[in-house]
């Protein structure tokens, strides 16, 4: 069973900066695709960034130019460093895996909470 662990997030004030971190703990399947959503209370959540392991990086729009997603380079870990937060940003960060066989795997989730 695939677990995934992700750490970082915190309280910050609008304009500072967190790296998020996340790991997927099963060493014996690669996974093709590691990406971040963010959910709200009551809302589903939405995509933030992936990487892939084709060196593919992709971003949502609301995140361009501020976050940049790392890693996934064979090993099952990804970072993301956010820079610039604003209080919209808060929200639970949510780590997900894919593996070759289109099987995804989720974190629990970690806390953002940025002030203004």
């Known amino acids: 069973q695939v677990q995934i662990q992700e750490s970082g997030g915190g309280l910050v004030r609008s304009g500072e900066s967190l790296r998020l971190s996340c790991e997927a703990s099963?060493?014996?399947?690669?996974?093709?695709?590691m990406a971040w959503y963010r959910q709200w209370p009551g809302v589903q959540r939405s995509f933030v960034a992936r990487?892939?392991?084709?060196?593919?990086?992709q971003y949502a729009g609301s995140v361009e130019g501020r976050f940049t997603i790392s890693g996934n380079n064979g090993d099952n870990r990804i970072s993301l460093q956010m820079d610039n937060l604003r209080p919209e940003d808060t929200a639970v960060y949510i780590c997900?895996?894919?593996?070759?066989?289109?099987?995804?795997?989720w974190g629990r989730g970690t806390q953002v909470t940025v002030s203004s």
């Open positions: 997900e895996a894919e593996d070759y066989n289109g099987e995804s795997f």
């Open positions: 099963d060493s014996e399947h690669v996974m093709v695709h």
């Open positions: 990487a892939s392991l084709d060196g593919r990086k």
